[in-house]
T-cell receptor, first 118, second 114 residues
Framework: ETGVTQTPRHLVMGMTNKKSLKCEQH?????MYWYKQSAKKPLELMFV???????ENNSVPSRFSPECPNSSHLFLHLHTLQPEDSALYLC?????????????????FGSGTRLTVV | QKEVEQNSGPLSVPEGAIASLNCTYS??????FFWYRQYSGKSPELIMF????GDKEDGRFTAQLNKASQYVSLLIRDSQPSDSATYLC??????????????FGKGTKLSVIP
């Protein structure tokens, strides 16, 4: 399978539950990202990993905990979430390499996990 | 603070017309520019990429870049109802740490009326 795969596609969880979102990419990219997109709102960057090292945490509450065991896999561990955390969670990946402008270093997004917190 | 600005819309155009989507950016050193299309409830997909001043055409899509004005646009010719989506503009900075990261605009919602 190629591209960026996210599982599960849909998740309903209670506020006291613990769950994890998984992202896997088969593109040979070295950067991976978690984004949150609430209904009718823009993308919000949550975390950035570069060669499995976290390079950015965009003031995300500690109830969201990322994990990047290698350059191909990214997890988002969830615990004691709030209803306002219900959103579409998107994983993306991109290459890191020579910075020539002619190279298409766009992101490839996964299909997302639709999370509902009840 | 690097910023990418887009009119949130909605932009409504009749079927068959040209849709024009605009984006401005604050970082003058930015070197690569992307347009993503996002259908409701779906993930963004890359549809155009441009890095040189001028026009780049791909089918019904034309991206236009003017670095002096810090402006990038997307034209959709012969608009179809299936083009109805939110279009995200994204910018990659020039160089340095984090230059692989994109800054996204908030998106413009396009509605093509049959």
């Amino acid at each position: 399978e190629t591209g960026v795969t996210q599982t599960p596609r849909h998740l309903v969880m209670g506020m006291t539950n613990k769950k994890s979102l998984k992202c896997e990419q088969h593109l040979g990219h070295n950067a991976m990202y978690w984004y949150k997109q609430s209904a009718k709102k823009p993308l919000e960057l949550m975390f950035v990993y570069n060669f499995k090292e976290q390079t950015e945490n965009n003031s995300v509450p500690s109830r969201f905990s990322p994990e990047c065991p290698n350059s191909s896999h990214l997890f988002l561990h969830l615990h004691t979430l709030q209803p306002e955390d219900s959103a579409l969670y998107l994983c993306a990946s991109s290459p890191i390499g020579q910075q020539g402008p002619s190279t298409t270093y766009g992101y490839t997004f996964g299909s997302g996990t639709r999370l509902t917190v009840v | 603070q690097k910023e990418v600005e887009q009119n949130s819309g909605p932009l409504s155009v009749p079927e068959g017309a040209i849709a024009s989507l605009n984006c401005t950016y604050s970082d003058r050193g930015s070197q690569s520019f992307f347009w993503y299309r996002q259908y409701s409830g779906k993930s963004p997909e890359l549809i155009m990429f441009i890095y040189s001043n001028g026009d780049k055409e791909d089918g019904r899509f034309t991206a236009q870049l003017n670095k002096a004005s810090q402006y990038v646009s997307l034209l959709i010719r012969d608009s179809q109802p299936s083009d109805s989506a939110t279009y995200l503009c994204a910018v990659r900075p020039y160089s340095g740490a984090g230059s692989y990261q994109l800054t996204f605009g908030k998106g413009t919602k396009l509605s093509v009326i049959p």
